[in-house]
């Protein structure tokens, strides 16, 4: 087969990397990839978003299977454009991308099928926001509806909080603010293939999300994370699959919208009772790097049966192990941040049991040179939580970038509770 990946980041590579592993695979490209992705598939110079170009991209190079990473594309009817064009694709159309594009649009599915999630209200101008916010009171989430990259989310403890967040949302021409419940707990995202009818869970992952030790400091893309998320136990899992994540892929279906691909729902668990927090409609970054770890090459027969709407036919083989991402960024990252400075070690950094995914990272006259926020993630695999970090952090400390930055506490929930 031959097989385009839209994106490039780490997750991306991810990706590359397990089907390039995968003997159904012939000739792998990525769009635009990156300096990682380039050492195992042709990168190629192309917008993601732009349907037009993909789809005549896929008919010149024979493309058999196309897997999309990123959001946006998906949103921008990527997906909808190649399956037009008799290509199979793994990834939802730009109607069922609403479930992460939409906040309200997710909350009134919600609604419909009885899903727990926070209570909420939808406003489109600041004076009924505001007369909400007065009668509700803090604590409480402000949120732009629309795909905000993490950026649209105040969790506001104090009035103040809400209403200087209110404020700056609305001063945007058109806004349209979501006002919700703050749910309290611990988070954790659960991730399932769905090809429309019949769902699949492929694992589950906890992110850090703060740039800063102890989740402190700005959100950020994700700075690290590790799987299977221990909170998620098997029976809160089959709880947030019965109650949430079933019943919103059927009422897709019924409302003609199917959902197909990865459906990531981001949870909040509090006394063993899972609530949405979010719908993501693909895979996280860098949860998917957690995730292609321990899944590896099956992870494009997955993909695959997705596409195919074969699901029902379809299993999944599991390890007993842990897999924990560490994600390098450029200091300064999520602020303003340095590009090109050469990286050295990475050479040596990969072992067994160890992968150096590539985000940000450009060749240049043959020396690897970052060229983003988010620049490496270093993911371990191991049959236990606490030696996949440490395995991860071994490579960390192999790599030789003293611009680059990490978490060095990973994992600590988990690792805390079980005292390593
Ligand atoms: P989102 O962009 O919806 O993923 O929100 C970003 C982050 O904000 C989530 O990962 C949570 O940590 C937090 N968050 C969002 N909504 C809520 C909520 N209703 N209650 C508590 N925390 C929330
Ligand atoms: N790591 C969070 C996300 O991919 O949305």
Not at 59 to 80: H, K, M, N, R
Not at 301 to 308: G, W
Request: with cysteine; charged share 20%.
């Amino acid at each position: 087969m031959n097989i385009l990946v839209l994106g490039g980041g780490g997750r991306e590579h991810a990706l590359v990397w397990a089907f390039s592993q995968n003997p159904k695979c012939d000739a792998l490209f990525a769009a635009p990839g990156n300096a990682g992705i380039a050492a195992i598939a042709e990168c190629v110079e192309l917008d993601p978003c732009d349907s037009e170009r993909v789809v005549e991209f896929c008919d010149a190079q024979s493309i058999d299977f196309v897997v999309v990473g990123p959001e946006a594309p998906l949103v921008a009817g990527v997906a909808d454009a190649l399956r037009d064009a008799g290509i199979l694709t793994f990834g939802p159309s730009a109607a069922a991308a609403e479930l992460e594009a939409s906040k309200a649009f997710t909350k009134e599915i919600c609604a419909a099928v009885g899903a727990p999630t926070a209570a909420h209200a939808t406003f489109d101008d600041l004076a009924s926001a505001e007369a909400y916010l007065a009668e509700a009171g803090a604590p409480i989430v402000v949120k732009a509806d629309g795909l905000a990259a993490g950026k649209g989310v105040t969790v506001a403890e104090t009035m103040e909080e809400a209403q200087a967040a209110l404020t700056q949302l609305f001063a945007e021409p058109g806004a349209r603010v979501v006002l919700e419940e703050m749910l309290r707990g611990e988070e954790a995202s659960l991730f399932v293939l769905a090809d429309g009818d019949t769902i699949l869970p492929i694992g589950s992952a906890q992110d850090h999300k703060r740039i800063g030790e102890g989740d402190r400091g700005p959100n950020t893309g994700g700075m690290g994370a590790y799987g299977p998320a221990p909170v998620l136990t098997p029976g809160i899992e089959a709880r947030a699959i019965a109650e949430i994540v079933a019943p919103v892929v059927a009422e897709m279906a019924r409302r003609g919208c199917p959902y197909q691909g990865v459906l990531y729902a981001g949870l909040m668990i509090e006394d063993g009772v899972p609530r949405l927090i979010e719908f993501n409609a693909r895979f996280g970054d860098p949860e998917a790097q957690v995730l292609v770890m321990r899944l590896g090459a099956q992870l494009l027969d997955l993909c695959l049966a997705t596409a195919r709407g074969e699901l029902a036919e379809t299993s999944v083989t599991w390890a007993d192990d842990h897999a924990l991402c560490v994600v390098m960024a450029a200091r300064g990252y999520p602020g303003s941040y340095a590009s090109g400075e050469a990286i050295g070690g990475l050479d040596t950094a990969e072992e067994p049991g160890v992968r150096v995914f590539h985000a940000g990272t450009k060749r240049v006259d043959g020396t690897i040179r970052s060229a983003g926020g988010r620049v490496l993630s270093i993911t371990g695999r191991a049959p236990t939580l606490a030696a996949a970090r440490d395995r991860a952090y071994e490579a960390v400390d192999r790599i030789h970038w003293p611009g680059g930055v990490c978490r060095r506490d990973i994992g600590w929930r988990a690792l805390g509770k079980d005292a390593g």
